[in-house]
Nanobody
């Protein structure tokens, strides 16, 4: 059983930074961060597969966001820099235990409750 507890969202001005954290319990094949803005479909923002051997970033966040993992603390992070209003969304940590589902377009079965990010211009 995988349990995820995400946190770290908040309100920030454009150009600012936030770091999201996700404490997890259980063994996973891949983990990552998704976001869903109001009225939009969820999208994968950053994924880490095989403990970091493979990472994925959405084109819109490349060069600004960094996903990382602290195995000792069992915590996944998303460092978000140079934020813009387009980044405003509910962000949630997600994980999978099935290799076949470890892809950006898949709906990961395990999710945190989400943490809201609001960027004002």
């Amino acid at each position: 059983q995988v349990q995820l507890m995400d946190s770290g969202g908040g309100s920030v001005q454009a150009g600012g930074s936030l770091r999201l954290s996700c404490e997890y319990i259980g063994a996973t094949k891949c983990m990552g961060w998704f976001r869903q803005a109001l009225g939009k479909e969820p999208e994968a923002v950053a994924l880490m597969i095989s403990g970091g051997m493979t990472t994925y970033y959405a084109d819109s966040v490349k060069g600004r966001f960094t996903i990382s993992q602290d195995n000792a603390m069992k915590t996944l992070y998303l460092q978000m820099n140079n934020l813009s209003s387009d980044d405003s969304a509910m962000y949630y940590c997600a994980a999978e235990t099935d290799w076949a589902r470890c892809a950006p377009r898949q709906n990961f079965r395990y999710r945190g409750r989400g943490t809201k990010v609001t960027v004002s211009s």
